[in-house]
C-alpha cells in the first residue's frame, strides 16, 4: 500500500504541473495578443484620425459628387489638387509651381489683385475677393467695344477736320500767291514811278523856267501816283499780312484737335539692315544692293535694332560703303562709339538718301565747313554739292514739294555804309544791301517752312543724319 500511494502522488505531481505551465503559457499568449491589439487600437486610431483629418465621414461619402471624375490610379486628394493646378492655370496661365495647395492659391490671388489693379481705371472693381475673372474679362471686352466705337468716331471726327484744314490751307496758299503776284507787279510800278520821277527831278534842274513849270505839274502827278501806288502796296501787304495771320490762327485751331503732320518722320526711317560684322576688318555688310540703288561712297549712321532714329540723329557709328552686290553691299566702319558696338540686326539710315526717290532739299545760312570758327564763302555751295552727289536735289525757293531744310548760321548783316564811305569805295553799298537780302532769304524760307511743315536741320543734325558728322575734317570730305 505505500508503494503505490508514491506512484498515485506522482502522476497528480505530474498533472499539476502541466496544468501550470498550460496556465502560464495561455497567459503569457493572452498577454501577448493584448498587446499587439492594443498597438493595433491605437494605429486605428491613428488613422482614423488621419483620415478625419483628410475628409469627415459625410465629406467622405460625397467625394464622387465633390471632386468629380476621378483621373486613373490618382487618389481622390491627388485629383482634386490636379483640378486645382488646371484652375490655377485658366486664372493665371503659365505653369504651376510645386508648392502647396495654399500657396498656389495666395499666389494666384495676388497676381489676380495685381491685375485688377493694373485696370481699375478701366472698369470698377468694388473689392477684387469678390470679383469672378469672367466677370472682369465681360467687362473689359464691352470696355473695349465701347474704346474702338470711340476711336471710330474720332478717326471720322479728324478726317473731317483734316479735309477743311486741307481745304483752307489750299485757299490761302492761292490767295497768298495771288497776292504775292499782285504785290509784285506794284512793287514794278512803283519801281517805274520812282524812274520817272527822278528823270523829271533831273530834267527840272537842267531846263528853261518855262518847262519847270510843266514838268513841275507832271512831277505832281507823279508824286499822286506815287502817293496812290505805295498806299495800293500797302493795302495789298497788309491783305497779305491778314491771310496769313488767319493761315496761323487755323493751324493753331486745327494743331489744338490735331497736331500737325509730322514729316520729319521720313528722316526717321531706317534704310537697311546690318547682316554681317566683321571685328578684325572693321567691315560690315548690309542687306541694300545696285538694285537698291547702293553706290560706293555712300554714307549711312547706325543705330541700335529695334529703336527708332533718335531725333537729334547721332548714331552709334558711321560706315561708308565700298563694295556692292546685286542684294547686298560692303561698308568700312570709319567712326564707332567703343562702348556701343555694332550689333547684327542694327539698322542704318542716310536723310539724303532714298531708294526710290529723289528729295528735295533748300539751304540757307553761313555754314563752318571745316570747323574753323569761320563761315566759308563757297559752304552752300559744297553742301549743295554733296547732296547731290547722294541723289538730292537742292532747289531756291520752299514749296509743298520740299521735304527738308538744311539752314546753317543766320547771315551777319554789314554796317550801312556812310555817305563818304559810299563815295571812296562804291561797292560798300551793294555789299551792304546783298547781306541784308541773305538775311531777309533766311528769316523767310524758315518762316513758309514752319507754315508748311517743312522738317528744319541745322547743319550738325544734318551731318549726323547722313552719317558724315566724322568725316567733315578729312581732306576731300566735301
Do not use: C
Amino acid at each position: 500500500m505505500p508503494a503505490r500511494r508514491r506512484k498515485q502522488s506522482n502522476a497528480m505531481l505530474y498533472t499539476l504541473i502541466t496544468f501550470v505551465g498550460l496556465f502560464i503559457a495561455a497567459t503569457t499568449i493572452a498577454v501577448i495578443y493584448y498587446v499587439k491589439a492594443e498597438e493595433h487600437r491605437g494605429s486605428l486610431e491613428d488613422t482614423q484620425r488621419t483620415i478625419n483629418n483628410l475628409a469627415n465621414e459625410r465629406e467622405r461619402g460625397a467625394l464622387g459628387s465633390t471632386v468629380g471624375a476621378k483621373q486613373g490610379q490618382t487618389s481622390w486628394l491627388g485629383t482634386m489638387l490636379d483640378y486645382l493646378d488646371q484652375t490655377i492655370i485658366m486664372v493665371v496661365g503659365g505653369t504651376v509651381e510645386p508648392t502647396t495647395a495654399e500657396v498656389k492659391v495666395n499666389n494666384a490671388s495676388a497676381k489676380l489683385a495685381g491685375a485688377l489693379g493694373l485696370i481699375k481705371n478701366h472698369i470698377s472693381v468694388t473689392d477684387p475677393n469678390t470679383v469672378g475673372l469672367v466677370s472682369v474679362v465681360q467687362q473689359l471686352a464691352a470696355e473695349l467695344d465701347k474704346a474702338k466705337s470711340a476711336q471710330a468716331a474720332a478717326q471720322q471726327q479728324l478726317g473731317d477736320l483734316q479735309a477743311q484744314f486741307d481745304n483752307a490751307n489750299k485757299v490761302n496758299l492761292e490767295k497768298e500767291q495771288a497776292l504775292l503776284g499782285e504785290k509784285e507787279k506794284l512793287q514794278q510800278d512803283v519801281n517805274d514811278i520812282r524812274q520817272k520821277y527822278d528823270e523829271l527831278a533831273a530834267l527840272l534842274q537842267q531846263t528853261t523856267d518855262e518847262r519847270i513849270e510843266t514838268l513841275s505839274a507832271q512831277l505832281g502827278q507823279s508824286q499822286n501816283d506815287l502817293r496812290a501806288t505805295n498806299e495800293r502796296l500797302l493795302r495789298t501787304q497788309a491783305e497779305l499780312e491778314l491771310a496769313q495771320g488767319l493761315m496761323q490762327r487755323a493751324q493753331e485751331e486745327v494743331s489744338k484737335i490735331m497736331p500737325g503732320p509730322d514729316r520729319e518722320v521720313r528722316a526717321y526711317q531706317s534704310d537697311g539692315n546690318i547682316i554681317l560684322i566683321d571685328d578684325q576688318t572693321q567691315v560690315v555688310h548690309l542687306n541694300i544692293g545696285s538694285d537698291d540703288h547702293v553706290y560706293q561712297g555712300l554714307t549711312f549712321s547706325v543705330y541700335n535694332r529695334g529703336e527708332l532714329v533718335p531725333k537729334d540723329g547721332r548714331g552709334k557709328a558711321e560706315i561708308e560703303v565700298f563694295d556692292v552686290a546685286e542684294t547686298y553691299s560692303a561698308a568700312r566702319i570709319i567712326d564707332s562709339a567703343t562702348r556701343k558696338p555694332i550689333l547684327h540686326g542694327d539698322i542704318v539710315a542716310n536723310l539724303i538718301w532714298d531708294s526710290d526717290k529723289s528729295n528735295v532739299f533748300v539751304t540757307a545760312g553761313e555754314f563752318d565747313i571745316d570747323n574753323d570758327g569761320q563761315a566759308d564763302s563757297d559752304g552752300p555751295a559744297r553742301i549743295k554739292a554733296l547732296i547731290e552727289r547722294w541723289g538730292g536735289r537742292v532747289v531756291d525757293a520752299i514749296s509743298i514739294d520740299t521735304d527738308f531744310l538744311v539752314l546753317g548760321q543766320q547771315p551777319e548783316v554789314l554796317r550801312r555804309p556812310t555817305l563818304e564811305e559810299t563815295e571812296i569805295d562804291p561797292r560798300a553799298r551793294t555789299r551792304y544791301e546783298a547781306s541784308l537780302a541773305r538775311l531777309n532769304r533766311y528769316n523767310e524760307l524758315r518762316s513758309r517752312a514752319q507754315t508748311l511743315w517743312i522738317p528744319v536741320f541745322t547743319y550738325e543734325r544734318f551731318l549726323y543724319f547722313v552719317g558724315y558728322k566724322g568725316q567733315i575734317g578729312r581732306a576731300g570730305a566735301f
